[in-house]
């Protein structure tokens, strides 16, 4: 199929498809394409390059529809324990008014999911879930272990405020007090009568807020106020950066990692809480792990090309043996070359090495890296 009609290949709405409250706001606004996420409706790319998105990121400020983010909300008595028990990371000591990352596992320490969890109040939290059914697995947990917990996906759709111009333009509507959030710190703010659940956090490096919208009315209402009072900081709409995520190694659950990775491969470490007395689904197997040694980890990989259209994993090889592959790539104008997230089998792991990669039918030298690449 020629690359014509590959560009009228549209996604089929449709009810478990689900569009998003501000899906008529960006197909106005130069939408081009969707991914999916969570069942719903991502917007992929706009009417601009990729690279002209990526200098307005960096430079001034965008306003997102990720109401795929979707919220799993845990609430009840047993919900601290439900919490503790799908994730590595010791919540003892968590607080109301805090975000936290947390890998969640399973048994055997695979990755489920890699949410942002709030803590709303001692007994309810919400759980800001990447590409995963993460309701169902928590759902089993409470059934198998009788938890007397409350378990439901709350009507919440995210919008974003991302790049350096973002705290001005939030600043001019909610006044100073937005800005002296603390990185993960979330709190109430009034937007015409109508508080708002507002997270100094966001899918970029470029800093910003995530606006937990459950009142839809005035979430739609906040998003045109956005634009419309943003003109001055050249305000625009947006989507999760490809190269912004890669070169900031902003990982992606179902891309760069999955169900057959765990924590301490995808360099998790500082989020695996092995020493302290908390109790949680995979420990032992992660103690194993971790005393054995990973089998493998995740890498960045610079590879000298001006482009890459990446829909499958690729095949790294050395000297013809396959020694991981390539989950990730876009071309960055800032290394002007191709960079992207690899996963490399011990004992190749080490930086600088060179391996190939067939791209296009013709082989390609790239070299192992670190990552973040920034």
Same mark, same amino acid.
């Given at each position: 199929?020629?690359?014509?009609?590959?560009?009228?290949?549209?996604?089929?709405?449709?009810?478990?498809?689900?569009?998003?409250?501000?899906?008529?706001?960006?197909?106005?606004?130069?939408?081009?394409?969707?991914?999916?996420?969570?069942?719903?409706?991502?917007?992929?790319?706009?009417?601009?390059?990729?690279?002209?998105?990526?200098?307005?990121?960096?430079?001034?400020?965008?306003?997102?529809?990720?109401?795929?983010?979707?919220?799993?909300?845990?609430?009840?008595? @047993?919900? /601290?324990?439900?919490?503790?028990?799908?994730?590595?990371?010791?919540?003892?000591?968590?607080?109301?008014?805090?975000?936290?990352?947390?890998?969640?596992?399973?048994?055997?320490?695979?990755?489920?999911? @890699?949410?942002?969890?709030?803590?709303?109040?001692?007994?309810?939290?919400?759980?800001?879930?990447?590409?995963? /059914?993460?309701?169902?697995?928590?759902?089993?947990?409470?059934?198998?272990?009788?938890?007397?917990?409350?378990?439901?996906?709350?009507?919440? /759709?995210?919008?974003?405020?991302?790049?350096?111009?973002?705290?001005?333009?939030?600043?001019?509507?909610?006044?100073?007090?937005?800005?002296?959030?603390?990185?993960?710190?979330?709190?109430?703010?009034?937007?015409?009568?109508?508080?708002?659940?507002?997270?100094?956090?966001?899918?970029?490096?470029?800093?910003?807020?995530?606006?937990?919208?459950?009142?839809?009315?005035?979430?739609?209402?906040?998003?045109?106020?956005?634009?419309?009072?943003?003109?001055?900081?050249?305000?625009?709409?947006?989507?999760?950066?490809?190269?912004?995520?890669?070169?900031?190694?902003?990982?992606?659950?179902?891309?760069?990692?999955?169900?057959?990775?765990?924590?301490?491969?995808?360099?998790?470490?500082?989020?695996?809480?092995?020493?302290? /007395?908390?109790?949680?689904?995979?420990?032992?197997?992660?103690?194993?792990?971790?005393?054995?040694?990973?089998?493998?980890?995740?890498?960045?990989?610079?590879?000298?090309?001006?482009?890459?259209?990446?829909?499958?994993?690729?095949?790294?090889?050395? @000297?013809?043996?396959?020694?991981?592959?390539?989950?990730?790539?876009?071309?960055?104008?800032?290394?002007?070359?191709?960079?992207?997230?690899?996963?490399?089998?011990?004992?190749?792991?080490?930086?600088?090495?060179?391996?190939?990669?067939?791209?296009?039918?013709?082989?390609?030298?790239?070299?192992?890296?670190?990552?973040?690449?920034?």
């Amino acid at each position: 199929m020629n690359s014509n009609n590959m560009s009228k290949i549209q996604i089929a709405k449709a009810k478990r498809l689900r569009s998003t409250p501000y899906t008529s706001r960006i197909e106005k606004q130069g939408l081009t394409a969707y991914t999916t996420y969570n069942h719903m409706l991502l917007p992929a790319a706009f009417e601009v390059s990729l690279e002209v998105s990526y200098y307005h990121l960096k430079e001034h400020v965008q306003v997102w529809d990720v109401a795929a983010e979707r919220q799993v909300e845990i609430s009840g008595d @047993d919900s /601290d324990e439900l919490v503790q028990m799908m994730t590595c990371r010791d919540l003892s000591k968590s607080k109301v008014g805090r975000c936290y990352y947390c890998p969640i596992i399973d048994d055997q320490a695979n990755l489920i999911n @890699d949410p942002v969890v709030l803590r709303i109040n001692k007994n309810k939290w919400w759980l800001s879930i990447a590409d995963s /059914d993460l309701i169902l697995f928590a759902k089993g947990l409470a059934i198998g272990k009788k938890f007397k917990v409350n378990i439901k996906e709350p009507n919440v /759709d995210i919008m974003a405020v991302q790049g350096p111009k973002s705290f001005a333009l939030m600043e001019k509507i909610f006044g100073k007090s937005i800005t002296e959030l603390k990185f993960f710190d979330f709190d109430y703010f009034d937007f015409r009568g109508v508080k708002h659940l507002i997270a100094r956090s966001g899918w970029s490096k470029q800093g910003g807020y995530e606006i937990y919208v459950e009142n839809t009315k005035s979430g739609l209402e906040l998003y045109d106020y956005l634009f419309e009072i943003g003109k001055e900081f050249n305000v625009k709409p947006g989507c999760p950066h490809l190269i912004e995520r890669i070169e900031s190694a902003l990982l992606s659950y179902g891309n760069d990692f999955d169900l057959n990775d765990n924590p301490l491969e995808c360099g998790f470490d500082k989020y695996v809480n092995l020493d302290s /007395d908390v109790e949680f689904l995979g420990k032992e197997k992660l103690k194993q792990i971790k005393a054995a040694g990973v089998s493998k980890k995740l890498m960045g990989i610079m590879i000298d090309l001006n482009r890459i259209n990446l829909s499958r994993a690729l095949d790294i090889t050395i @000297d013809n043996k396959i020694v991981g592959e390539l989950r990730s790539a876009v071309y960055s104008p800032t290394f002007n070359q191709v960079i992207g997230i690899a996963m490399i089998k011990k004992p190749f792991f080490e930086i600088d090495t060179s391996v190939e990669i067939i791209i296009d039918k013709v082989t390609k030298t790239g070299k192992l890296c670190n990552i973040p690449f920034v």
